[in-house]
């Protein structure tokens, strides 16, 4: 039978020097016998520098936005002539000269307006991924594994939403099977920049920041994986920030849906839309360090497997603003809700928790852009009032969906702090409830205290 391919993807501080590139090799080597398949981010700052370089030639310095990745080329030839030996370093830098003047001629190009900018915003950021991918396809050659370079613009097919790119399935899970499993098979190991694509008509487009975990997904997807390995720099998912308590403990196991809640809250690990293709065929992802391969890290599977804490991981999001609209219209009325979410729709702005009593509604947003319209329009409905430095709590853990005294024991611990609003059930695997943010440290502390401590 067929081996099934391991899929390792190393986020841009995996990558970020020399130091970081040797650990990744040494890392992939340790999983040679899994037949791994490798996605790397840029090197840790080059795309935030490639869309300041983009911003700067969109006003018209084309040459100070140049000039401005020069340090950045730097840091790729420093990696190279530290890792690399005579014939490494040539191809880097023939790779390297080819992207400068690439670079260039699309800077200008934004300076001048010449295509749509949107385009060339994702031709140019793109070469923090075609560079490291090089880059790191080099390093892995050096240290004497089987390395491939394959160019993810013709694996992954997308629509031309640039920017955010939306990937095509079918289209894409074909590419990926042509062009990996042959490889794949003679003992290659095929090394891809994540994040990378190209629509339909061949232009190239990205999936979005952070989209290299995206990229892992759909390859381990097409691939079936047996695995997707996301290497960063936290040891991977903790009980709760490790700054607010330096007691956090890694936790083993997770499950998707565990995942995808404190994804969304702030636990910068994961994205649940990045691992949805994973999710969909029931892959295990699993979170590791690059710092420290040899923890274990989070594994995140189908089930939760069962654990004998109720409570899996505490986590928060401060800067929210809660908004409470009032309006006695709405007693025994219908269409209420659907009006005011219609507002929020039409301003595009993501609501987070949403309570309701007979004559109000309360929700709150973490993107406050558009609250002065969004006011203005609520006013029409009821009366509107408005809190903001609070910060959102929410407590992770299958065993929440059917314990009712575990709501009791959370409140019980911080029950002298006021609490705005509560939301249990939802997802089932989650309580949520909002406190004024200068309380936030004190309200984690007793509840990693109350359910990991003791
Ligand atoms: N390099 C891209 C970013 O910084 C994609 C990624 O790292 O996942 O957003
Ligand atoms: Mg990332």
Redesign the pocket.
């Known amino acids: 039978m067929e081996k099934k391919a391991t899929v390792m993807k190393f986020?841009?501080t995996s990558v970020q020097d020399a130091a970081a590139f040797a650990r990744v090799a040494e890392i992939v080597s340790g999983e040679k016998e899994n037949s791994p398949v490798v996605v790397t981010?840029?090197m840790a700052k080059v795309?935030d520098a490639l869309l300041q370089a983009f911003e700067w030639a969109k006003k018209g310095n084309a040459t100070t936005a140049f000039e401005s990745l020069q340090p950045h080329f730097e840091r790729h030839i420093k990696v190279a002539e530290e890792l690399l030996g005579e014939s490494g370093r040539k191809s880097l830098q023939l790779e390297l000269d080819y992207a400068k003047q690439e670079l260039n001629d699309l800077l200008v190009r934004v300076s001048r307006r010449s295509l749509p900018l949107q385009m060339l915003k994702d031709a140019i950021v793109s070469y923090?991924?075609q560079l490291s991918s090089r880059l790191l396809v080099e390093v892995c050659q050096a240290k004497k594994l089987n390395a491939r370079h394959a160019d993810a613009r013709r694996l992954i097919v997308t629509d031309d939403e640039y920017g955010s790119a939306a990937p095509v399935w079918d289209q894409t899970e074909r590419l990926i099977r042509l062009e990996l499993q042959p490889l794949i098979a003679a003992g290659e190991i095929p090394v891809l920049g994540?994040?990378i694509a190209a629509s339909r008509g061949g232009e190239t487009t990205t999936l979005g920041?952070?989209?290299?975990?995206y990229s892992a997904a759909l390859v381990g997807a097409a691939l079936q994986a047996r695995e997707i390995q996301i290497w960063t720099d936290v040891t991977g998912v903790l009980t709760c920030d490790p700054r607010i308590c330096p007691e956090a403990r890694t936790l083993k196991t997770l499950s998707y849906e565990e995942a995808a809640e404190l994804a969304y809250f702030g636990a910068k690990v994961l994205h649940p839309k990045t691992i949805q293709p994973a999710v969909d065929l029931q892959i295990p992802v699993r979170v590791c360090n690059s710092r420290q391969p040899t923890e274990q890290g989070t594994m995140i599977l189908p089930q939760s497997q069962s654990t004998p804490r109720l409570v899996k991981s505490i986590a928060y999001k401060k800067g929210i603003t809660i908004l409470h609209i009032t309006s006695a219209r709405m007693l025994g009325a219908y269409g209420f809700m659907s009006a005011i979410f219609q507002i929020f729709e039409r301003h595009r702005t993501v609501i987070d928790v949403v309570t309701t009593s007979e004559v109000s509604v309360s929700l709150t947003l973490d993107d406050t852009a558009a609250l002065e319209a969004i006011i203005k329009d609520l006013e029409r409905i009821g009366t509107v009032e408005i809190e903001p430095n609070q910060a959102v709590v929410c407590v992770v853990g299958s065993g929440l969906r059917d314990t009712s005294g575990v709501a009791a024991q959370i409140f019980a611990a911080i029950s002298d702090i006021n609490i705005s609003l509560i939301s249990h059930g939802a997802s089932s695997v989650n309580m949520t409830f909002v406190v004024q943010e200068n309380v936030i440290g004190e309200v984690i502390k007793r509840l990693h205290d109350e359910f990991f401590t003791n």
């Open positions: 986020g841009g981010s840029a795309t923090g991924e994540g994040f920041r952070g989209g290299s975990d």
